[in-house]
């Protein structure tokens, strides 16, 4: 079965809040990826941006707190709004399809499902009731 988990969008501070967050949960994070992480030709990444955080994930529970800081060529995360998106952890790609597709249907796409340049087959968009979302299959995370 499926699995949900927040994931959260943030203006550049995304490790502060983060390292507040485990500050609060304990744990360590699963993961961290910084944008220059992933800068090459396929995916360029601007200077102002290099050391913002691409994905960061925190383990609570059986689930994950996970977010990410918005590069400035896509705008300052209107923090008046609701920042997060709702994060689906499916269990194979055929179920990731099968939400993806289902849950966007009417919708906006932001970024198509597709193997992702960090491993996972991921996708996102906002459903037709504006609600943002998240699909991903990352086959270390079942």
């Known amino acids: 079965m499926a699995r949900i988990n927040p994931h959260i969008n943030f203006n550049g501070n995304a ?4 390292n507040f967050y485990k500050s609060v949960f304990g744990g360590e994070f ?5 944008l220059k992480d992933l800068s090459g030709p396929e995916f360029p990444v601007a200077k ?3 050391n913002k955080i691409m994905h960061i994930a925190l383990p609570i529970g059986e689930n994950f707190l996970m977010g990410n800081d918005v590069p400035e060529s896509m705008g300052t995360v209107n923090e008046n709004e609701n920042r997060s998106k709702i994060y689906v952890s499916a269990e194979s790609r ?16 932001e970024v198509p499902i597709d ?5 996972s087959y ?8 504006g609600i943002e979302w998240i699909v991903d299959f990352t086959p270390s995370m079942k």
């Open 15 to 18: 490790e502060e809040a983060f």
């Open 94 to 109: 055929e179920e990731a399809d099968k939400l993806f597709f289902g849950l966007s249907a009417g919708g906006d796409v």
């Open 122 to 129: 991921f996708g996102m968009f906002r459903d037709k009731y």
């Open 115 to 119: 193997d992702s340049p960090w491993g």
């Open 30 to 34: 699963s993961q961290i990826i910084r």
């Open 48 to 50: 102002i941006d290099e």
